[in-house]
C-alpha cells in the first residue's frame, strides 16, 4: 500500500515569514512528486511539481526533495493571507496515478 | 483558455435517484480521473481512462460506473446514491506520454448533496 503522510495541521505563520510544509512517502520507487493548493470547498490547484533532488524554485514558492529519504517539502517565502489553504503532497510511482496526501492546513495572519 | 470543466457544480438528488456527472476537457490530454473527496480526506482515485482503456480501483464501490465517450468527455454514473456518497467529485486530465511526468489538472468539481 503507498502512502504519502502529511502533518495535519494547521501551520500557523505571520504575515511575511516562511512557511514549511512537509511530506512523506512509503514507495522508494515514486519518481515525480507534487505540491497542489486547495482552497476550502475548491478543487486542488497544481503549484509545483518536482522529479530530481534538490531544490526548485518559483517565485515564492521552492520544492525539495530528497529521495534517499522519501522526503519533499515545499517553502512558502514572504507568505500572505491569500496562501491559506490546504497543501496537498501527492507522489507518483511509475504509472499514471498520483497518490496524494490528507494535506496541510496552512493559516497565515496578518 | 484550454481547461477541464465539469457540470453540474451543485448537484442535489434523492437516496437511491440515479445520477450523471460530466467532465470536459479542451486540453487534449489522453487520460482522465474521477476522484471523489470528503472534507478533510485525501481525493480518493475512483477511476482513470488511459485513452481508451478502462482502470477501476480495486475498492471502487460497484455502485459507480464511469463512461468515456470520445477523448473530450468523461462521465460518473453513480446507479443508487447512498448518504455516504455525498462529497466533492473531481475529475482531472494528465498527458502521459510514457516517459513520466503525470502532472495532473482539476476541474472545478461536483458538489454533490444525497437527501
Known amino acids: 500500500q503507498k502512502e504519502v503522510e502529511q502533518n495535519s495541521g494547521p501551520l500557523s505563520v505571520p504575515e511575511g515569514a516562511i512557511a514549511s510544509l512537509n511530506c512523506t512517502y512509503s514507495?522508494?520507487?515514486?519518481?515525480?512528486f507534487f505540491w497542489y493548493r486547495q482552497y476550502s470547498g475548491k478543487s486542488p490547484e497544481l503549484i509545483m511539481s518536482?522529479?530530481?533532488?534538490g531544490d526548485k524554485e518559483d517565485g515564492r514558492f521552492t520544492a525539495q526533495l530528497n529521495k534517499a529519504s522519501q522526503y519533499v517539502s515545499l517553502l512558502i517565502r514572504d507568505s500572505q493571507p491569500s496562501d491559506s489553504a490546504t497543501y496537498l503532497c501527492a507522489v507518483n510511482g511509475g504509472y499514471s496515478t498520483l497518490t496524494f496526501g490528507k494535506g496541510t492546513m496552512l493559516l497565515v495572519s496578518p | 483558455d484550454a481547461m477541464v470543466i465539469q457540470n453540474p457544480r451543485y448537484q442535489v438528488t434523492q437516496f437511491g435517484k440515479p445520477v450523471t456527472l460530466s467532465c470536459s476537457q479542451t486540453?487534449?490530454?489522453?487520460?482522465m480521473y474521477w476522484y471523489q473527496q470528503k472534507s478533510s480526506q485525501a481525493p480518493k482515485l475512483l477511476f482513470h481512462y488511459y485513452d481508451k482503456d478502462f482502470n477501476n480501483e480495486a475498492d471502487t464501490p460497484d455502485n459507480f460506473q464511469s463512461r468515456r465517450p470520445n477523448t473530450s468527455f468523461c462521465f460518473l454514473d453513480i446507479r443508487s446514491p447512498g448518504l455516504g456518497d455525498a462529497a466533492m467529485y473531481l475529475c482531472?486530465?494528465?498527458?502521459?506520454?510514457?516517459?513520466?511526468?503525470?502532472?495532473?489538472?482539476f476541474g472545478p468539481g461536483t458538489r454533490l448533496t444525497v437527501l
Open positions: 518536482i522529479y530530481s533532488n
Open positions: 514507495d522508494r520507487g515514486s519518481q515525480s
Open positions: 486540453l487534449n490530454h489522453n487520460v
Open positions: 482531472a486530465t494528465s498527458r502521459d506520454s510514457g516517459t513520466g511526468g503525470h502532472e495532473q489538472f
